[in-house]
């Protein structure tokens, strides 16, 4: 060991001293977790009795490093040379190009086509995200309503509060909409929300719990490429995108023993702010997460309440009372709105992980295999576990390992009970149903009865990438005769663990382009105002390229139907179902597009079909030449009203004579 190294090593604490085979880390967890081995020592001693000179998850102190230091001052262990003499804003910069180069790999296939290619298996959530972002566009250009639009799902409308609309992240990526179009925004906020999400966690995690870069980058790296994370890559740009999740709980911990309590508690009201309007669920399981972290600390050391609970409690206090001022109009729209909805859909309200599904590796990862996976998971986009057996012994050793760290407990205990959570209302092994999961007892719960219970796995799935970044940490400390070997060995544990679910590209299918006759601007010459164009088939769950055909024009163009959730039948409070008001002449044409039958069609369906046409203020309907089943969906749509004409590559009805 170098001089310099011993140097930064952090002095022996009287109450907590390394042994010979362990180091004690001062970067921990604050406020509760005071003194420099406050989280990884077994004594149960009073916290004033414990050292206060660690560094914390609080602002660096006067004698932190300065950024741009060089790393062996801010590194307390030996690393590379080559590696300790770069600063520490170019380790960080190398660290985030590779977590930037793993998330091009991940969406490389899609970046091909953007607007051709699609995540494989569902492609509704793509384009519904693409008609959030194009909202966006109206939002600033036009100074539209942001939580509300008439311009699907016309003339009742969508709430989008209620929908995450991604204002948080759609109205940044307004410049790139109006320059490259909402397919382009939507693959580059999946790639930014990979890689910034694994950076946000390195940050934070070099920062303020551990000493290695090594063991940043590979708790960073889980966090943002968990198979959880892939998973959602697909389709849901908003749960992937989790970059302010480490500083939202950063000063949650810096509240437990802040000397300015009101100041970081609006400080930390402005992440939340942010966070809901990225996304309300991933905002309430973080505050979930750090609740049960916090209790199972306290439950093993309730002396530590004591000097905590005073800052804590303003903060909090401050927090909801800034947060909810600045979000009190939002909610209100989302419950109290129009087309506000209570509960999701029945269709959703159960997903629940499988037990298996924690043992076997994801779908998109290399050792992944869809079909194995097929019943263990509601579907490919809600894969939240899925760690591999190597991954999950791996785990469970690391727990066993650092058994006496009172982080390491905490961090277990909250990961296990998410992981229950998850299970949903009844639990299965390999699609057996064993017995009822406990979280039949809290689905009717105010705001949990709109979580998604299969997505606890996303907080099993931080967890384990801290308990990661900490056995890094602490098997890159010891300090043995042969310190080289104990690295190898476990660098040789991290790739048998994470080598079966490393990060695969995305598979993806084409889809049909936006029309000649809508990119071309042909359908202007029909479509009023206060008018809608038709797609056909009507826009529902399972059709939604009108939806991508109106996002490509920013939304010039007000469409019925749709894929988004509203109350059931269109009355505000009710509970939420996909899509609107039913349609039965859509539904009709649904089915032929699916099976190529044309039905049998008689007076009262024409004249029920006309009445819609009415209802939607409709000017023409749009069939694209190139649709499946066009010829007979063609024939059945002329049955109902009369012929249509072709033009450019769709065929067109102009139905403003039906409608008016």
Sequence with gaps: MTPAESRALPAPHSEAAAGSDE??????????????????????????????????????????????????????????????RWTRRRQHLAVGGLFLLAALWVTSRIWLDPSGRVASLYTGDPAQVQFFLAHSVRVVLHGEYPFYTEQFNYPDGV???????????????????????????????VTLGLAGTAMAWYLMLSRNLVRTPLAAAVGGWFCGFSPAMLS?????????????????????????????????GALLALLVVAQAFINEEILLFTALACGVFLLAVLAQEPVRWRAAWRPLGAGVVTCALLAGALLAYPLYVQF?????????????????????????????TLGGNQRANINLAPNYSEENAFFGWSLSLLAIGIVVWLRREL?????????????????????????????????????????????????????????????????VERAWALRPADQRTVRMLTAAGLVFALLPIAPMPLRVVSRPPVPDFITADRWRAYVGPDQTLVPIPVPSMGNTHGMRWA??????????????????????????????????????????????????????????????????????????????????????VEELVGPGHQELDVWVWDVRGLAG
């Design 336 to 364: 109290a709105g129009p087309m506000a909805y209570h509960g999701l859909s029945d269709a959703v309200r159960d997903y629940g992980n499988d037990i298996a599904a924690f043992f076997a590796p994801g779908s998109p």
């Design 159 to 189: 709430n989008l509060m209620a929908n995450t609309a991604v204002l948080a992240l759609g109205i940044p990526m307004v410049p790139v909409t109006l320059l490259f179009g909402p397919a382009v925004s939507f693959v580059l906020l």
């Design 407 to 471: 982080i390491v407990r905490a961090l277990a205990a909250t990961g296990l009970f998410f992981a229950v959570l998850s299970l949903g209302e009844r639990v299965s092994w390999w699609d057996r149903e064993l017995v009822s999961g406990p979280w039949q007892w809290l689905v009717h719960l105010p705001l949990l009865d709109a979580v998604v219970p299969t997505r606890f796995g996303l907080i099993t799935s931080v967890v384990i990438g801290l308990l990661l970044a900490l056995a």
């Design 551 to 636: 996002a490509a024009t920013n939304l010039d163009f007000k469409i019925p139907g749709g894929y988004f959730l509203a109350p059931r039948n269109g009355n505000t409070g009710d509970p939420g179902r996909f899509g609107g008001r039913p349609s039965g002449v859509g539904q009709a044409l649904e089915e032929v597009a699916a099976t190529g039958r044309t039905p049998k069609l008689d007076d009262r369906q024409r004249r029920r079909f006309t009445d819609e046409l009415r209802h939607w203020r409709a000017a023409i309907l749009v069939l694209p030449v190139r649709q499946h089943n066009a010829e007979p969906l063609r024939r059945t």
């Design 23 to 84: 180091m004690v880390s001062y970067r921990t967890p604050v406020g509760l977790f005071a003194g420099p081995a406050a989280l990884t020592s077994t004594s149960t001693a009073p916290v004033e009795a414990r050292g206060a000179t660690g560094s914390t998850l609080a602002a660096p102190t006067e004698d932190a490093p300065p950024e741009d230091a060089p790393a062996e001052d801010a590194v307390a262990v030996p690393t590379r040379a080559w590696w300790r």
């Design 232 to 264: 959602h890559a697909s389709w849901h740009p908003n749960i992937i995108s989790q970059f302010l999740l480490p500083f939202i709980v950063w000063r949650v911990l810096v509240l437990t023993r802040s000397r300015r309590p009101v100041r970081d």
